[in-house]
């Protein structure tokens, strides 16, 4: 199983990223697919998460919805995340990460596959 997130990067406030999250090893339509963030001295935090058996997209965090959007491409076995409006705040390490259903950050990291993370720095 490997999930390889990339797109990011060192962002003004303001501005817009795309990160993606290619997966593989994996029937991609098993699985849910969620978007988490970890900030210095901070707990990783849940953002978003596809469920591949009904198309639905959820998202946990407040602090995001209306900025960030997910999405996904079940015939690249890829999910996105298009960030806009980024905030010095959403500096973090953003993950994704796979599980048999959308659940909360806890249980994606009990039974969930994680790829390595991709830095995203926000600047003021």
């Known amino acids: 199983v490997q999930l390889q997130a990339s797109g990011g990067g060192l962002v003004q406030a303001g501005g817009s990223l795309r990160l993606s999250c290619a997966a593989s090893?994996?029937?991609?339509?098993?699985?849910?697919i969620g978007w988490f963030r970890q900030a210095p001295g901070k707990e990783r935090e849940g953002i978003s998460c596809?469920?591949?058996?009904?198309?639905?997209?959820?998202y946990y965090a407040d602090s995001v919805k209306g900025r960030f959007t997910m999405s996904s491409d079940n015939a690249k076995n890829t999910v996105y995340l298009q960030m806009n409006s980024l905030k010095p705040e959403d500096t973090a390490v953003y993950y994704c990460?796979?599980?048999?259903?959308?659940?909360?950050?806890?249980?994606?990291?009990?039974?969930?596959?994680w790829g390595q993370g991709t830095l995203v720095t926000v600047s003021s």
């Open positions: 990460s796979a599980h048999k259903v959308c659940a909360v950050v806890s249980e994606f990291q009990r039974r969930g596959y």
């Open positions: 090893g994996f029937t991609f339509d098993d699985y849910a």
């Open positions: 596809f469920s591949s058996s009904d198309g639905s997209i959820i």
